[in-house]
């Protein structure tokens, strides 16, 4: 059978290729341009292999308003209005093409959360290589249609949508003309504790949706995303930054650029270890073989003698019969002289 598969920008991405690591910028860049170019170099080098923006405005994402429906409560933007916290957060739409640019020279793929149809007609006009659905917008069904409708490839992040959203996001994309689709396992927590990540959720995610699965990741640091890459993640997101003090909305729980470099290099180190079922000598091992135990005999002895316990002995190295063999090589007789120290073969004994 074959497994579900999907390209992005030319770069395969399935279960038995490497993970496909995305280093989300989010709202990092802290309002500088400079900062936003900073970031998508600094995560070519690490080794990602996709930089992800958002695109929206306040205006497009909430409504400028102070009643309580629009106040947070609680957490790391406690005491914000929406609108406040997507003013400082967003990142303006003249940005996107020099920060397209500075991707392509790079050499690292770019693409975005849309929040809305129109930042969808200015990604296309960018010609986006795909999309990425947020875990707030997975039940927005309207505009995952319309990303459907550009032809490009799809992710969605599933932190907070039940089984039955998740069916109906997924059936919406490719009824609407999406060919290429993936689901994240999420949690929409910042920062998201690891055993609130239930990563047994993976493998039943593929099984049941058939689709490209991987792992959004907002724990602090890289070990529950090493972890999901042996439960078949395929793709990992997670959200990074120059400094992890900055100050900005999404600092503190962003990798710092050597965690992401170490990121990419463990999960593919991962999954490289995965391999298939081999039960047979490994190239590495080849060498060692000579220090598994075998039969050597431990006196000189004519032709013709009796072999006894005291004769023949299962120590180290390898170079003869294997110890399993020590009954039946008991009470034969030697076939020539032999010396001590000398392994045992069949073509000693007689």
């Known amino acids: 059978m074959t497994k579900p598969f999907m390209h992005i920008a030319g770069r395969r991405i399935a279960?038995?290729?490497?993970?496909?690591?995305?280093?989300?910028?989010?709202?990092?860049?802290?309002?500088?341009?400079?900062?936003?170019?900073?970031?998508?170099?600094?995560?070519?080098?690490?080794?990602a292999d996709a930089v992800k923006l958002q695109t929206y405005t306040p205006d497009t994402i909430t409504l400028k308003a102070d009643s309580e429906d629009f106040c947070i409560k609680g957490g790391l933007w406690d005491g914000k209005t929406l609108y406040q916290l997507y003013s400082e957060a967003y990142m303006?739409?003249?940005?996107?093409?020099p920060l397209f640019a500075a991707a392509a020279k790079a050499g690292i793929t770019i693409f975005s959360s849309p929040f809305d149809s129109t930042a969808v007609d200015l990604l296309e006009d960018l010609n986006a290589p795909a999309y990425k659905i947020a875990s707030f917008e997975a039940i927005d069904l309207p505009l995952i249609a319309y990303v459907a409708r550009t032809g490009k490839p799809m992710i969605i992040s599933t932190g907070m949508a039940d089984a039955e959203e998740i069916a109906e996001a997924v059936e919406t994309a490719q009824s609407?003309?999406?060919?290429?689709?993936?689901?994240?396992?999420?949690?929409?927590?910042?920062?998201?504790?690891?055993?609130?990540?239930?990563?047994?959720?993976?493998?039943?995610?593929?099984?049941?949706?058939?689709?490209?699965?991987?792992?959004?990741?907002h724990t602090l640091d890289n070990s529950t995303a090493i972890a999901s890459v042996a439960l078949g993640a395929s793709i990992i997101e997670k959200h990074f930054t120059l400094d992890r003090n900055g100050g900005g909305p999404d600092d503190s729980f962003s990798l710092e650029p050597d965690d992401l470099a170490a990121l990419c290099r463990d999960s593919r180190t991962a999954w490289s270890a995965l391999g298939r079922v081999d039960y047979g000598r490994k190239s590495s091992e080849t060498g060692n073989a000579q220090f598994r135990r075998s039969l050597y005999f431990v006196a000189d002895l004519p032709a013709g003698t009796e072999l006894r316990p005291e004769h023949v002995r299962s120590v180290r190295p390898g170079f003869g019969l294997p110890p399993k063999f020590l009954s039946s090589v008991i009470g034969r007789r030697t076939s020539r002289a032999v010396a001590r120290n000398t392994p045992v073969g069949w073509q000693d004994l007689a």
């Open 15 to 47: 279960a038995d290729a490497p993970p496909y690591v995305i280093a989300e910028m989010s709202a990092n860049h802290n309002g500088r341009l400079e900062t936003a170019i900073q970031l998508i170099e600094t995560a070519a080098r690490a080794g």
């Open 92 to 97: 303006p739409w003249d940005w996107h093409q």
């Open 176 to 217: 609407a003309g999406c060919k290429e689709l993936a689901l994240l396992h999420c949690v929409s927590g910042y920062p998201a504790p690891a055993e609130d990540y239930n990563l047994m959720t993976i493998p039943d995610m593929a099984a049941r949706f058939k689709l490209v699965t991987g792992l959004s990741d």
